[in-house]
């Protein structure tokens, strides 16, 4: 299980284990997509119609603010990630408690 904090910015850190489970690299477009409470992050096609976002040099990725305020997500919420790998896709799960 791994956990992240938001940045100010909006970006989120991806950890590599990540980048590979979603056979990304610098420069690839990410889909981006809210189900439920969870933020959803894939690399498969067919989501033309969704967010997208790209991974950059920092490996970090940008949250729409749409999505952000969708979710009532403010800055230095912390993320748990969970994983699908048959899926390639990576949920984010906001810790809003606190």
């Not at 033309?48 to 999505?67: D, F, L, M, S, V």
Request: glycine letters at 6%.
């Amino acid at each position: 299980m791994y956990k992240v904090k938001l940045r100010k910015t909006g970006e989120l850190y991806i950890p590599k284990t990540l980048t590979k489970i979603l056979n990304i690299k610098v420069g690839d477009m990410i889909n981006i997509f809210i189900d439920g409470e969870k933020i959803v992050l894939t690399s498969k096609a067919g989501f033309e119609k969704e967010n997208k976002c790209t991974y950059n040099q920092k490996g970090t990725i940008h949250i729409p603010a749409e999505i952000r305020r969708l979710n009532k997500i403010n800055t230095d919420v912390v993320f748990t990630f969970t994983i699908d790998e048959k899926e390639k896709r990576v949920s984010l799960i906001p810790d809003l408690t606190g």
